[in-house]
């Protein structure tokens, strides 16, 4: 349980479930956590809770879509610890600011470029301020970006976060390409529906009601075309992530790793 022993991570949105699960596993497999977010009440109660378990986590209000903060954020924490190990971003958006379930012929331009520059102009960010401060101090560290499957699946009515998907993948390729001559790895994971988070359970009671169906029926539609019994978790979310980060996750570089337990709609 220690494949991250001295290792140094830096988690942005560590509020939202799913940041929170990775450095949780990041800091249960030995490493040394920051945790930030908008919500410094938030991140501060999670590295209470990881330091309480037995491991070490420091918390930090960073907006991840602001480069000034998010550079100042990286800069304390090379100066405290010399290296820079792995950065995960977590970030996500409110399903209807991003115009998801809402027709393209219907949908605003804002609501369409919301995603794209949200979640990917945070990836963005993120990743490419920590390429900086792992390349000027050596760490030949890993950029574990996120995204969900809707890259890579015929879904209606999801144009913008559909193209955020996609550009976030194509970004990973991009950043392997460009940052491997450092040692540094960048690294997708492409979840399925988490069906415990808070956010898929908010928008499948909300599409239940717009589609006059109920929530049982609307979640049918998450998970119609699983090909085993269960979905994927956040425990092991958490867990994939700590792996790619290891020694032992070093031939994954610049791949974008399905989590999703597999889908016969996943192509």
Do not use: W
């Not at 550079?71 to 209807?96: R, T």
């Not at 027709?103 to 490419?128: H, K, V, W």
């Not at 988070?197 to 109920?214: H, P, R, V, Y």
């Not at 994927?232 to 031939?251: C, D, I, Y």
Request: hydrophobic share 45%; with cysteine; glycine share 10%.
């Amino acid at each position: 349980m220690e494949s991250l022993k001295d290792k140094v991570a830096v988690i942005f949105a560590a509020s939202g479930e799913v940041a929170g699960a990775v450095a949780r596993s990041f800091a249960q497999h030995g490493a040394k956590v920051y945790v930030t977010a908008l919500n410094l009440n938030a991140v501060k109660a999670l590295a209470e809770e990881i330091n309480t378990n037995g491991g070490r986590a420091e918390a930090g209000k960073v907006d991840a879509l602001t480069e000034t903060e998010i550079d100042s954020y990286l800069q304390k924490v090379i100066a405290e610890n010399g290296q820079l190990d792995m950065v995960f971003n977590g970030i996500g958006s409110y399903y209807q600011d991003a115009g998801s379930g809402i027709p393209t012929t219907i949908a605003t331009f804002e609501q369409f470029l919301n995603p794209l520059q949200r979640i990917c102009g945070s990836q963005f960010l993120t990743s490419r301020v920590a390429a900086r401060y792992m390349i000027q101090s050596g760490s030949e560290g890993t950029i574990l970006l996120f995204n969900a499957s809707m890259a890579r699946t015929k879904t209606p009515n999801m144009a913008g976060f559909a193209a955020a998907c996609a550009a976030i993948e194509g970004l990973t390729r991009v950043m392997a390409a460009e940052f491997g001559q450092y040692g540094i790895k960048a690294i997708c994971i492409c979840s399925g529906a988490l069906m415990e988070t808070n956010k898929i359970q908010g928008m499948i009671n909300d599409f239940a009601k717009l589609a006059g169906i109920s929530p049982g029926e609307m979640a049918l539609n998450y998970t119609r075309f699983d090909i085993l019994k269960s979905g994927p978790t956040l425990k092991q979310l958490g867990e994939t992530a700590a792996f790619l980060v290891s020694e032992n996750g070093v031939a994954f570089n610049s791949h974008v790793v399905d989590f999703d337990c597999g889908k016969l709609n996943l192509l």
